[in-house]
């Protein structure tokens, strides 16, 4: 990838995070996050409170990037086929025929994921690692590009499923998104209604374009210094007393992917430590197990970024 061709990415992704910003206000760095997850081919989990804009996001990504588009309200009594597709039988054809499930989107937005059971949330496993679903023996490969931004309310409300770890590992980060700020909220109301600048929205990049972007951001150059760094992070976590689970070979990878894809939005062609260390807590933080002899006011989630922030302090960064 050449200087140009960088500079003239990151032009494009500038003006994609523009776009977007005429809908979310006020949380540029989970618009960041969002863009970072699409060009690492990674998923995003985001984790608040209702009503702060989460499921706009992902409406606002799929038309800013002119996709394909599905949302899935998850509850308690949906079945894996809601989500995936099921087999019906014709009997005009006298053999059965697949029908498509709300998965096969370049863009699914999965709201409110951990409302339903652990059997259908890990529906989205196969879909989420290799990019296509298995249905009765038979492979169905999914649209590219292929992003699942799942929403989740906290784990302290009611009729919630904690994400096994399994599942949280398939999502390349997890953030939060939280009530905006004062002078945010105050725009909020000020401005048109959210609905309409969402309709208002015009496409940036087309779903092919995204796929070049893949490709460039994944040429990125990383040097061995920025691996080990990384690495020396990862076993500390497996090391620490406070986790009972460290960060999985995967989680390395994502942030490997996850700081290409922030250097290419800087429009470089290298990494530096500003691409790993910022991102360490929202690609590790939901990888690891908190001990439960671990004591403090801080919920779950909390003291697990709080502890992988700590983690990351104590590493040298490479100079």
Do not use: W
Not at 28 to 38: F, G, N, P, Q, Y
């Amino acid at each position: 990838m050449s200087p140009e061709t960088a500079i003239a990415a990151s032009q494009r992704a500038t003006q994609l995070e523009a776009s977007l910003r005429t809908v979310i206000r006020g949380k540029d760095d989970v618009l960041r996050l969002a863009l970072v997850s699409m060009l690492a081919r990674g998923h995003l989990l985001i984790e608040g409170v209702p009503g702060v804009g989460k499921t706009t996001l992902g409406q606002a990504l799929a038309r800013a990037l002119d996709c394909s588009f599905q949302r899935v309200q998850f509850t308690s009594d949906m079945l894996p086929s809601d989500v995936l597709g099921i087999s019906i039988y014709s009997a005009i054809e006298q053999q059965f025929e697949f029908k498509r499930g709300p998965v096969f989107a370049n863009i699914l937005l999965a709201d409110e994921i951990n409302r339903t059971t652990p059997k259908t949330q890990s529906a989205l496993l196969e879909a989420m690692n290799e990019g296509q679903v298995t249905v009765d023996a038979h492979s169905y490969p999914l649209p590219q590009p292929f992003l699942v931004i799942a929403t989740q309310n906290p784990v302290e409300h009611h009729g919630t499923y904690p994400l096994p770890e399994s599942q949280l590992d398939r999502f390349l980060m997890r953030v939060h998104m939280g009530y905006p700020e004062g002078e945010a909220e105050r725009e909020i109301l000020r401005s048109e209604a959210g609905a309409a600048q969402l309709e208002n929205l015009r496409p940036v990049l087309t779903g092919a374009e995204m796929l070049e972007m893949q490709a460039a951001a994944n040429q990125v150059r990383v040097d061995d210094s920025l691996v080990t760094y990384t690495l020396q992070i990862v076993r500390k976590t497996r090391a620490s007393e406070h986790l009972t689970l460290g960060v999985s070979p995967r989680g390395a990878q994502m942030l490997y992917r996850a700081a290409q894809a922030m250097a290419f939005l800087e429009g470089r062609t290298f990494c530096t430590p500003e691409d790993f260390k910022p991102l360490a807590v929202p690609v590790f933080a939901h990888r690891v197990v908190v001990d439960a002899l671990y004591s403090s006011t801080l919920k779950r989630s909390d003291q697990a970024d709080q502890i992988v922030r700590e983690i990351v302090e104590s590493v040298p960064v490479p100079v």
